[in-house]
């Protein structure tokens, strides 16, 4: 089975919304990395997600808070429904994983993606954690070598676009076309993105 590559976007309360969404712009969202059959399946969907979050949490046996100093963490989570987390807006596929790839192999690959670092400028967060692993997906030959901050305006107004909720023009899948949308890059040319972010709590 075809294993596609997608960043999936979540709103973020009202992060998301009016202008906070003009000052956290790329941070409006939070962004993970989902791994997904070329063929969904509707609601029997099953997908694995990766991600760094700084979230926390009231643990439900301790009544104790989980990362109360809001650290950045990896999260994977394998074989999940992703249309069981209702903030999901949508997906942009830009690459294909290797069939035979299993999940403990893409769990390795995307736990060796550097966290977030705190205090630093520009500031990190699980935009700039997205984009390190698009960077290591295509140095594997597993999405094509496109300009990066095309690919986030791109994300970007897709997100947007998705906040409309019912009205939107959107399917909750959309692929990069990187020839497309002019964003192929010669693989010599540097893939830095310099793009400053924002603080990123999920909310």
């Known amino acids: 089975m075809v294993q596609l ?20 712009g790329y941070e409006a ?6 791994v997904m ?6 609601d029997d969907e099953v ?20 990362n109360p100093k809001m650290e950045w963490w990896y999260r994977s989570q394998i074989d999940i429904n992703p249309h069981m987390n209702m903030k999901l807006l949508g997906r942009v596929v830009f690459g294909q994983i290797p069939d035979d790839m299993s999940s403990a192999e893409l769990d390795e690959f ?13 500031q990190q967060s699980s935009v700039s954690w997205a984009i390190d692993a698009i960077c290591a997906i295509q140095k594997q030959g597993w999405a094509p070598v496109f300009d990066l901050r095309k690919f986030k ?9 998705r906040m409309q909720g019912s009205e939107s023009k959107e399917l909750d899948v959309k ?8 964003a ?15 603080t990123d709590k999920e909310g």
């Open 110 to 122: 995307f736990h060796s993606i550097p966290l977030p670092v705190k205090n630093t400028y520009p």
């Open 47 to 66: 997908c694995h997600l990766f991600d760094a979050t700084d979230t926390s949490a009231i643990n439900p046996h301790t009544f104790r808070m989980n």
């Open 175 to 182: 692929h990069f076309d990187a020839r497309k949308e002019d």
């Open 5 to 24: 590559v997608a960043v999936a976007l979540y709103h973020r309360n009202h992060f998301s919304l009016g202008n906070a969404r003009q000052a956290f």
């Open 153 to 161: 305006d791109f994300a970007l107004a897709y997100g947007d676009e």
């Open 37 to 42: 059959p070329d063929i969904a399946h509707g």
């Open 184 to 198: 192929l890059v010669d693989k010599e040319e540097p893939l830095e993105d310099d793009e400053g972010s924002l």
């Open 29 to 34: 969202y939070h962004w993970s990395i989902m």
